[in-house]
């Protein structure tokens, strides 16, 4: 990018992204500013900290230590109990370092 700014005072842009084979448009994408990244506001629906410090409990509890959280999910389903979903389990799982 640096060649095509030094040569294009002397053979002009398009001449010289051409001898170059870089596209204009690359160009002009990399010398324009990046906008700030916005932050993200949280989903209204997301489970509250101690929410999901009883989702971790209860993956850790003696019940479901060994099992797979697919599993803690059927199980409890099982017994008419929902918590969260199993993508959600992994989520708070992988928030707390519980999964590799």
């Known amino acids: 990018m640096n060649a095509v700014a030094s040569i294009s005072p002397a053979v002009g842009l398009a001449n010289a992204c051409a001898a170059l084979g870089v ?6 994408r990399r010398r324009a500013p990046k906008p700030p990244k916005e932050a ?46 199993v993508s959600t389990m992994y989520r708070v799982m992988r928030a707390a370092g519980a999964v590799r």
């Open 40 to 85: 993200r506001t949280p989903q209204r629906r997301a489970l509250a900290a101690d929410e999901r410090r009883s989702v971790l409990d209860l993956l850790h509890s003696e019940r479901f230590m060994d099992v797979a959280p697919r599993q803690v999910y059927a199980t409890l389903l099982d017994e008419n109990t929902y918590v969260c979903s």
């Open 23 to 28: 596209s204009r448009a690359t160009l002009s």
